[in-house]
T-cell receptor
């Protein structure tokens, strides 16, 4: 049973560019959440997608946008990249009503470096 | 807004010994969940243990146990018989009990296990 798959694993971009990160949820999961983890910090919630719509959003600017496809996979897009966007981006999948114990599965993340 | 604090940026423990990681949180909610996640160099967040706020009994998972003090808003993790594989970043996390809620993570504690 495949877990959460994120691609690419590493990425280097230049300031001002745009980037797209991808996430395939665990089989059977219908909800995808994205987190940004800056170096030496805990993950911070960006947004959550369910039924192809953004359901919740954290304190991130509109430069961060996303999409969920009918097969539940998701993309995170970041426009006009800043040096401060350099971070590990984690995807977590779940059911919209997750069991507390087993409900969330995290991927291994995409390491984005902005130069 | 909910916040999670981990006051120990780094901890170390001798193999086979016991170590306790501290976590405090702030919330006005009465129904919520608390978690400890482990993040090894592979970067994937792995659930270690979770606690439902409505349960007075402290959760235990093999060598891992928590001390949940709801009134004090404290949630510490005790690792017994520490093993080399326990070395990782440990994150304390909070989540409201409503469906689809996101995690609020603390800044993490880096645990080293000395042979």
């Amino acid at each position: 049973d495949a877990g959460v798959t994120q691609s690419p694993t590493h990425l280097i971009k230049t300031r001002g560019q745009q980037v797209t990160l991808r996430c395939s949820p665990k089989s059977g999961h219908d909800t995808v959440s994205w987190y940004q983890q800056a170096l030496g910090q805990g993950p911070q919630f960006i947004f959550q997608y369910y039924e192809e719509e953004e359901r919740q959003r954290g304190n991130f600017p509109d430069r961060f946008s996303g999409h969920q496809f009918p097969n539940y996979s998701s993309e995170l897009n970041v426009n006009a990249l800043l040096l401060g966007d350099s971070a590990l981006y984690l995807c977590a999948s779940s059911l919209v009503r997750p069991d507390v114990r087993y409900g969330y599965t995290f991927g291994s993340g995409t390491r984005l470096t902005v130069v | 807004a909910q916040t999670v604090t981990q006051s120990q940026p780094e901890m170390s423990v001798q193999e086979a010994e016991t170590v306790t990681l501290s976590c405090t949180y702030d919330t006005s909610e009465s129904d919520y969940y608390l978690f400890w996640y482990k993040q090894p160099p592979s970067r994937q967040m792995i659930l270690v243990i979770r606690q439902e706020a409505y349960k007075q009994q402290n959760a235990t998972e093999n060598r891992f146990s928590v001390n949940f003090q709801k009134a004090a808003k404290s949630f510490s993790l005790k690792i017994s018989d520490s093993q080399l594989g326990d070395a990782a970043m440990y994150f304390c996390a909070y989540r409201r009990a409503n469906y689809g809620q996101n995690f609020v993570f603390g800044p993490g504690t880096r645990l080293s296990v000395l042979p």
